[in-house]
């Protein structure tokens, strides 16, 4: 039987996974900004910037906790093809519902000042992916999980 992780392992496998999340949410929206409306055109920009900072956030964090912080990968696949404004509307929602689930992840493992931190992270991500669909979820960060369980 493997033996279980320390919780200050479990905490930088989460927030590495979180910072993987963010580098992943960079790249998306740069294909969201190059898609969207005109009117959203904005949007996408200050959330690109939101998740820039606090990719750079986690990296210092994770070097604080001992850690290498991953790197961004050249590329990333893309859910689906993003081809009109309301493909990038629906790729940012699901950008946002991915890094929630990853920051949900490190509210769990992490405590202290770590723990408020990704719990703000969680929060900006569901308030920007309910803007981004028009409506919220109920418990954001796990909807991801739910659908999952759901088509598996």
Known sequence: MKPEPSPANRALEAAQSALAAEHAAAYGYGVVGARASSARSAEAREAHGGHLSR????????????GSPRPA?????LPFEVRTPADAEALAAEIEDRV?????D??????GRLRREAADALSASAVRAAR???VGVAFPGLTERGERARTS
């Open 55 to 66: 990719r750079d956030a986690l990296a210092r964090t994770v070097r604080e906790m001992g």
């Open 106 to 111: 490190l509210v769990r493992a992490a405590d």
């Open 132 to 134: 981004w669909r028009g």
């Open 100 to 104: 929630a689930g990853a920051y949900s």
């Open 73 to 77: 990968e050249a590329a990333y696949a």
